[in-house]
């Protein structure tokens, strides 16, 4: 978001005492360079909510002790500013077929390692899982380092793959073996302790969302996507990825907007697939209820989502979520969800009252849930009134992800 926040005293790491001799890695997901090149190395305050959040939150508690960034990228980059240094390792790469993902995959365990034996850390925090998390276990073994897992995906293995398979096994086994381990949300939690994880070694937090409530909603930068509220807007926001359910979506919902001109479907995000999302809406008789807005700064989202009628996320079983912020955005805004019947969403939503579940990569079944929303002007009403009491336990978590860091890392 553009408003900032200044973390409460209390949170505030101390450089010159309690960071002393201390030296940070952070192993995770995304462009960990575009985001510390945005935010810069020593962020006084920090966007709340967001891609950047947790980054920003991460530099802002270690100051200015010496920090390596390291995350897998589909390219091999470096990057240094001040007292942090970032690198990714070249993996991911789409095309290239499932082995060499594998091979790739499996090379990160090396070049995570290396890394850290020329950084020497005295405290990690990863996010990663596989390779990248053993080679950190291995390190805070040999060396004694501080190691704390960072959890935002699925724990559940739902893949036949015997690769995989055995890499759930040693992610299971470091797991039980952590000193600590901090996760989004009651699902992961749930899922941590049942493969083993003790309580006692759990950490678990979630984002204040009360940040959506002093947002400009009607700013002049967003469009008015309802047209003086003459249109019914499905909204869908993430990234344009097959397995966020993005062509699901559009199969569902293409019947209903050609029986109703006032219905608009509206994707607000970017990724891999946009252009072959585009191309399949060129070829719609329904194309011009089709919206597709590309990259929206996170500061306009709130505008966006709040003309939404529903918003829809149809992820799919291929995607390892273990949280979906936009759930909860959307209540904080009033706005009911559809979701899959799957993975975190039915701990997230009631089915009937704040939004509908329909059964995971059923098209027909999303169809219909979508059209009980759309075509029944009542039920949907009773869908607002309960997204907007959804949302009021999303405005105050008990801990948020700078106090889970204090609390695991806090001297």
């Known amino acids: 978001m553009n408003e900032k926040h200044a973390f409460p005293r209390h949170l505030r790491p101390d450089t010159k005492r309690g960071r002393i001799g201390d030296r940070y890695v952070y192993c995770r997901h995304g462009d960990i360079i575009d985001e510390l090149n945005r935010i810069g190395p020593a962020p006084e305050k920090i966007s709340e909510g967001g891609g950047d959040h947790y980054l920003a ?13 390291l995350a897998a990228r589909p390219e091999n980059a470096t990057c240094a500013i001040e007292n942090v240094r970032a690198r990714t390792f070249r993996c991911y790469r789409r095309g290239g077929g499932r082995w060499k993902s594998h091979i790739e ?10 890394s850290l034996i020329s950084f020497r850390p005295t405290k990690i925090l990863c996010a990663k899982i596989g390779p990248a998390l053993w080679a950190c276990f291995l390190y805070s073994r040999w060396k004694g380092a501080f190691l704390v897992h960072s959890r935002h995906t699925r724990v559940e293995l739902l893949s036949s793959n015997p690769v995989r398979r055995l890499w759930f096994r040693m992610d299971r086994w470091v797991l039980q073996r952590l000193p600590k381990v901090i996760c989004h949300g009651p699902y992961l939690y749930q899922q941590l302790l049942d493969i083993g994880v003790r309580a006692g070694n759990l950490v678990q937090y979630n984002v204040n969302y009360r940040y959506l409530l002093q947002a400009d909603l009607s700013s002049g930068e967003v469009p008015d996507l309802t047209e003086g509220e003459t249109r019914f807007i499905i909204f869908f926001v993430g990234r344009i990825h097959e397995n966020k359910g993005v062509f699901d979506l559009l199969e569902a919902a293409a019947p209903l907007l050609e029986r109703d001109p006032r219905l608009l479907l509206v994707y607000a995000g970017n990724g891999p697939d946009f252009d072959r999302l585009e191309s399949l809406v060129r070829c719609q008789p329904c194309a011009s209820q089709v919206k597709l807005m590309g990259f929206v700064e996170h500061g306009q989202l ?6 939404a009628g529903v918003v829809v996320t149809p992820t799919r079983r291929a995607l390892t979520e273990g949280w979906c912020k936009v759930v909860p955005e959307s209540f904080v805004l ?9 993975g975190p969403f039915p701990h997230m939503l009631e089915d009937g009252v704040d939004g509908l579940l329909f059964e995971v990569e059923d098209v027909a079944d999303l169809r219909r849930k979508l059209g009980t929303v759309v075509e029944d002007p009542a039920y949907h009403k009773r869908l607002l009134t309960g997204a907007r009491k959804a949302g009021e336990r999303y405005l105050m978590p008990e801990l948020d992800f700078p106090g889970a860091l204090q609390e695991v890392f806090g001297e």
């Open 105 to 114: 995959e499996a090379m990160l365990f090396f070049r995570v390692l290396q």
């Open 334 to 342: 009033g706005r009911p969800v559809i979701a899959p019947n799957f």
């Open 57 to 69: 939150a991460f530099l802002h508690f270690v100051g200015d002790a010496p920090t390596l960034l």
């Open 302 to 307: 709130p505008a966006l989502m709040a003309q």
